[in-house]
């Protein structure tokens, strides 16, 4: 019954999260300069004719209220409406780029935090230590294109190991996962390294070592569980990275996918296809964070006794 | 009734020779050997079209995706006349007002449609539907009054006053023909792609969204214009085209052999081409109207004519392209692209690159102070003059070149330019407001007349200028009214004389230009005559 309850409120939550998400951008969008029917001619011919064709085309005669609470009613039973540039029904021009995307962002996310774990771990040493900080540091700070590039050019153009583009099979997704993954692996290597190193000089590690477990049983089996805690909540930002590393990967690497359905559609101000950006992510960020909290109670039994 | 009108028309009669052959300009094919039929080709592409519906055509990069797959009733030639394409010719009459055409009556479409006169008006009454092309229909088609079937071989346009640009349109991607069937049954009409059958040489059987777009060779073809190359069906059995937006990328693409041909190739890339002995690199000048800037004359500073001079003068444009594009951009004359039968030669070194003589002018109308930071004043006000760039529509690194100008305007003469690249619609909004005073653009249009009517009319629709001048809305209605080569010509080069010599409205920096680079296995290659851009697949083939 209390799991319901709880389960009923995360649900209530999410909606709301759903909802705010989507008022907001239609604010930003109605706040930002220029109207649709600008936006819609571009630099293109602009007469009175045109004008009043775009506006009967989209209704956008009815005032913003209205038109804002048609979209949430519509919305709400699933029409996400027309992309005003490619004139196709926004759940055709997402639904078709969310695989590719979600396929990227999987092996990326899996990739870095393995790469994160096995480096934290394994550079315990002193100078292993120097040296994997300084290329975590370079990673973090590299700019995901530049990675790319240079990625590219040594691998696929030079090596001809990889094809460069496109959303064909596995050998085209290596490089574009691995250019995601490195900086993410950068970042949650610093952290987990230094949970370890606060774990490692808490009593429990004393006390483990003393009934005699050998030093690595001490640091994958205790130390790790806690050094997890702070990485874990990380969730968001690691989501974070990923849709936003989407939008310049996929440019580079000429694949397909969520990263350039949103940078097209936010440079044109195609509303309809940002709101439903817009409302996806927010509904992947509250299932990450409710993921991140059933994986915080895995890791940290105290939270479940609680 | 008809056949009296049609012979009363005999002398503005204009007859098309099925054997006027004006030649492709090749740019490939001295080592690939003769054409060879079959096989297979990727070519990376700079720009996804926003759709593949020709009706709703607006990309100029996407001109050469159109034809693989669309044509239209005529084709340009390339000394600004017109070949016969679907249809076999045409006839003018009605003082200009009536342009009737014999179409062939050996075509279909690809799902198995006939191409015939019905087709043609179910087109025209498509783009003329409410909300379906609003800017072809305001702009291209704003003199047309009805389409009439004479018979299925033979199709009349009525107009409402002479318009010679009709031609231009009936040979424009908007123009093209679609098989009525498909443009019913469609579900996303506006957006095109494998659902809207052509006549083409190649049919669009894939398109995945963000990746790439597949041809594959439509085997019943066989009425390519006389300017194509070859007759019968196309070389290639499939062809790929792959966006790839980063030009470093599509280069590195080509030199590591994963695709054969690229678009786009910018100056700063051009020279990995240019040393690859396995590759050639060729460029097309781009019909329409040069990159220019337009002075905004409602307000001060631009509506005193010595301004606008001074601006030019205090310009010299051959070292700003040079310091911008690396010696790659042909420096432009004149509001007219240099290829058009209407460009006006003369108009070349009259102006420009006279520091001495932009100062004194700017002392003669007024702006003879300088304030502590070296601009010129007037009145205690500074001679600050805005350029308001849209963001998502700068190209060939038009931002950098504007901010060459700007130093370069500051240091000759005290100019203030202020460069702001924002989004569209900040863009918009500058320009509805009049809070700018130099507009930048070029137009692609094959007939520069269209762009000039777009950019110069007094109730132009790109009029940013401000210009109302009867005399020179009568130059246009001249230039638009007539199908004589030698009138039309006349009128442009006055109205060339006026807005660039004498008024000097406008600033004309270069000639956009189009560029392709391929392996040298790959032969047929060629930029579509007038249009100056890449042409389609048609008469390309791969060496085996």
């Given at each position: 019954?209390t799991?319901?309850?709880?389960?009923?409120?995360?649900?209530?939550?999410?909606?709301?999260?759903?909802?705010?998400?989507?008022?907001?951008?239609?604010?930003?969008?109605l706040?930002?300069?220029?109207?649709?029917?600008?936006?819609?001619?571009?630099?293109?011919?602009?007469?009175?004719?045109i004008?009043?064709?775009?506006?009967?085309?989209?209704?956008?005669?009815?005032?913003?209220?209205?038109?804002?609470?048609?979209?949430?009613?519509?919305?709400?039973?699933g029409?996400?409406?027309?992309?005003?540039?490619?004139q196709?029904?926004?759940?055709?021009?997402?639904g078709?780029?969310v695989?590719?995307?979600?396929?990227?962002?999987?092996?990326?996310?899996?990739?870095?935090?393995?790469?994160?774990?096995?480096?934290?771990?394994?550079?315990?040493?002193?100078?292993?230590?120097r040296?994997?900080?300084?290329?975590?540091?370079?990673?973090?700070?590299?700019?995901?294109?530049?990675?790319?590039?240079?990625?590219?050019?040594?691998?696929?153009?030079r090596?001809?190991?990889?094809p460069?583009?496109g959303?064909?099979?596995?050998?085209?997704?290596?490089?574009?996962?691995?250019?995601?993954?490195l900086?993410?692996?950068?970042?949650l290597?610093?952290?987990?390294?230094?949970?370890?190193?606060?774990?490692?000089?808490?009593?429990?590690?004393?006390?483990?070592?003393?009934?005699?477990?050998?030093?690595?049983?001490v640091?994958?089996?205790?130390?790790?569980?806690?050094?997890?805690?702070?990485?874990?909540?990380?969730t968001?930002?690691?989501?974070?990275?990923?849709?936003?590393?989407?939008?310049?990967?996929?440019?580079?690497?000429?694949?397909?996918?969520?990263?350039?359905?949103?940078?097209?559609?936010?440079t044109?101000?195609?509303?309809?296809?940002v709101?439903?950006?817009?409302?996806?992510?927010?509904?992947?960020?509250v299932?990450?964070?409710?993921?991140a909290?059933?994986?915080?109670?895995?890791?940290?039994?105290?939270?479940?006794?609680? | 009734?008809?056949?009296?009108?049609?012979?009363?028309?005999a002398?503005?009669?204009?007859?098309?020779?099925?054997?006027?052959?004006?030649?492709?300009?090749?740019?490939?094919g001295?080592?690939?050997g003769?054409?060879?039929?079959?096989g297979?080709?990727?070519?990376?592409?700079?720009?996804?079209?926003?759709?593949?519906?020709?009706?709703?055509?607006?990309?100029?990069?996407?001109?050469?995706?159109?034809w693989?797959?669309?044509?239209?009733?005529?084709?340009?030639?390339?000394?600004?006349?017109?070949?016969?394409?679907?249809?076999?010719g045409?006839?003018?009459?009605?003082?200009?007002?009536?342009?009737?055409?014999?179409?062939?009556?050996?075509?279909?479409?690809?799902?198995g449609t006939?191409?015939?006169?019905?087709?043609v008006?179910?087109?025209?009454?498509?783009?003329?539907?409410?909300?379906?092309?609003?800017?072809?229909?305001?702009?291209q088609?704003?003199?047309l009054?009805?389409?009439?079937?004479?018979?299925?071989?033979?199709v009349?346009?009525?107009?409402?006053?002479?318009?010679?640009?009709?031609?231009?349109?009936?040979?424009?991607p908007?123009?093209?023909q679609?098989?009525p069937?498909?443009?019913?049954?469609a579900?996303?009409?506006?957006?095109?792609?494998p659902?809207?059958?052509?006549?083409?040489?190649?049919?669009?059987?894939?398109?995945?969204?963000?990746?790439?777009?597949?041809?594959?060779?439509?085997?019943?073809?066989?009425?390519?214009p006389?300017?194509?190359?070859?007759?019968?069906?196309?070389?290639?059995?499939?062809?790929?085209?792959?966006?790839?937006?980063?030009s470093?990328?599509?280069?590195?693409?080509?030199?590591?052999?994963?695709?054969?041909?690229?678009?786009?190739?910018?100056?700063?890339?051009?020279a990995q081409?240019?040393?690859?002995?396995?590759?050639?690199?060729?460029?097309?000048l781009?019909?329409?109207?040069?990159y220019?800037?337009?002075?905004?004359?409602t307000h001060?500073?631009?509506d005193?004519?010595?301004?606008?001079?001074?601006?030019?003068?205090?310009?010299?444009?051959?070292t700003?392209?040079?310091?911008v594009?690396?010696?790659?951009?042909?420096?432009a004359?004149?509001?007219?692209?240099?290829?058009?039968?209407?460009?006006?030669?003369?108009?070349?070194?009259?102006?420009?690159?006279?520091?001495?003589?932009?100062?004194?002018?700017?002392?003669?109308?007024?702006?003879?102070?300088?304030?502590?930071?070296?601009?010129?004043?007037?009145?205690?006000?500074?001679?600050?003059?805005?350029?308001?760039?849209?963001?998502p529509?700068v190209?060939?690194?038009?931002?950098?070149?504007?901010?060459?100008?700007?130093?370069?305007?500051?240091?000759?003469?005290?100019?203030?330019?202020k460069?702001?690249?924002?989004?569209?619609?900040?863009?918009?909004?500058?320009?509805t407001?009049?809070?700018?005073?130099?507009?930048?653009?070029?137009?692609?249009?094959?007939?520069?007349?269209?762009a000039?009517?777009?950019?110069l009319?007094?109730?132009?629709?790109?009029?940013?200028?401000?210009?109302?001048d009867?005399?020179?809305?009568?130059?246009?209605?001249?230039?638009?009214?007539?199908?004589?080569?030698?009138?039309?010509q006349?009128?442009?080069?006055?109205?060339?004389r006026?807005?660039?010599?004498?008024q000097?409205l406008?600033?004309?920096?270069?000639?956009?230009?189009?560029?392709?680079?391929?392996?040298?296995?790959v032969g047929?290659l060629?930029?579509?005559?007038?249009?100056?851009?890449?042409?389609?697949?048609?008469?390309v083939?791969?060496?085996?």
């Open positions: 019954m799991l319901l309850v709880a389960v009923l409120r995360r649900a209530v939550a999410g909606l709301v999260v759903l909802w705010a998400a989507a008022t907001a951008a239609y604010l930003a969008l706040a930002a300069p220029g109207d649709t029917v600008d936006s819609i001619i571009g630099d293109g011919a602009d007469t009175p004719l004008r009043s064709q775009i506006v009967r085309e989209w209704h956008l005669d009815r005032p913003a209220v209205v038109q804002y609470l048609d979209y949430l009613w519509r919305a709400a039973h029409d996400l409406g027309r992309s005003y540039l490619l196709r029904p926004v759940r055709d021009v997402i078709e780029q695989w590719p995307t979600l396929k990227l962002a999987l092996c990326s996310a899996l990739l870095g935090v393995l790469l994160a774990l096995i480096l934290a771990v394994l550079t315990r040493r002193p100078w292993a230590r040296v994997s900080s300084t290329v975590e540091l370079v990673l973090v700070s590299t700019p995901p294109f530049l990675i790319g590039i240079v990625l590219l050019s040594v691998f696929s153009f090596l001809g190991a990889f460069v583009s959303d064909r099979g596995f050998a085209a997704l290596v490089l574009p996962a691995v250019t995601l993954a900086p993410i692996a950068g970042l290597t610093q952290v987990l390294r230094d949970g370890l190193d606060r774990a490692l000089e808490e009593p429990f590690a004393v006390t483990a070592r003393a009934r005699g477990l050998r030093e690595s049983a640091l994958v089996r205790h130390a790790l569980r806690h050094a997890l805690l702070p990485a874990v909540t990380l968001g930002w690691l989501f974070g990275i990923l849709l936003g590393g989407a939008v310049i990967i996929e440019q580079v690497f000429g694949r397909p996918g969520l990263g350039q359905v949103t940078l097209s559609a936010v044109s101000k195609d509303m309809p296809v709101l439903a950006v817009v409302v996806l992510s927010a509904a992947v960020y299932l990450l964070n409710t993921a909290d059933l994986a915080n109670l895995l890791v940290d039994p105290r939270l479940r006794r609680s | 009734m008809r056949r009296s009108r049609l012979r009363a028309a002398l503005a009669a204009v007859l098309f020779l099925l054997a006027a052959c004006s030649s492709t300009a090749g740019v490939s001295a080592d690939a003769a054409p060879v039929s079959g297979s080709l990727t070519w990376a592409v700079e720009t996804e079209p926003i759709t593949f519906n020709p009706h709703q055509y607006a990309q100029a990069k996407a001109r050469l995706l159109v693989n797959s669309f044509e239209a009733l005529l084709t340009h030639d390339d000394k600004g006349g017109y070949l016969p394409w679907l249809a076999t045409y006839q003018v009459a009605a003082g200009g007002k009536t342009y009737t055409f014999k179409l062939r009556t050996d075509v279909t479409f690809s799902d006939r191409f015939d006169a019905a087709a008006k179910a087109n025209i009454d498509q783009i003329l539907a409410p909300g379906y092309a609003p800017t072809v229909a305001a702009v088609l704003k003199n009054a009805s389409v009439e079937v004479v018979d299925p071989a033979t009349a346009f009525h107009l409402t006053k002479p318009d010679v640009l009709l031609l231009d349109f009936l040979s424009s908007q123009g093209a679609v098989s069937k498909s443009l019913k049954a579900t996303n009409l506006k957006a095109g792609g659902e809207l059958a052509g006549t083409g040489p190649f049919i669009l059987d894939r398109y995945t969204a963000g990746q790439e777009v597949h041809f594959r060779r439509n085997p019943a073809y066989n009425w390519a006389a300017n194509a190359g070859h007759t019968g069906p196309a070389y290639l059995d499939e062809i790929t085209y792959r966006f790839l937006k980063e470093s990328v599509r280069v590195g693409a080509l030199t590591s052999g994963q695709v054969q041909v690229i678009e786009g190739v910018p100056a700063t890339d051009q081409i240019t040393a690859n002995s396995g590759l050639t690199l060729s460029k097309g781009n019909s329409g109207s040069a220019s800037y337009y002075f905004n004359t001060a500073p631009f005193d004519v010595r301004v606008r001079q001074a601006f030019r003068d205090a310009l010299d444009v051959d700003v392209l040079t310091a594009y690396r010696g790659t951009a042909t420096r004359w004149s509001v007219v692209g240099p290829t058009s039968p209407f460009y006006d030669k003369s108009l070349e070194g009259t102006y420009g690159g006279n520091a001495q003589r932009a100062n004194q002018e700017l002392d003669a109308a007024g702006w003879a102070q300088r304030d502590a930071e070296g601009y010129r004043t007037r009145n205690g006000q500074r001679l600050t003059v805005r350029l308001v760039q849209s963001a529509f190209r060939d690194r038009r931002d950098i070149l504007a901010q060459t100008i700007q130093a370069a305007v500051k240091q000759s003469a005290g100019i203030d330019l460069v702001s690249v924002v989004d569209q619609g900040t863009a918009t909004k500058a320009l407001d009049n809070q700018y005073e130099v507009f930048d653009n070029s137009r692609a249009d094959t007939d520069a007349g269209a000039l009517n777009l950019l009319y007094s109730t132009g629709a790109i009029n940013r200028t401000g210009v109302k009867a005399a020179l809305d009568r130059l246009l209605d001249a230039g638009q009214a007539t199908g004589d080569a030698a009138k039309r006349a009128a442009y080069r006055e109205i060339q006026r807005v660039v010599g004498e000097a406008v600033l004309p920096l270069y000639a956009p230009n189009d560029q392709i680079a391929a392996a040298k296995t047929g060629s930029f579509e005559p007038t249009a100056g851009v890449p042409n389609d697949a048609y008469n083939w791969v060496r085996k």
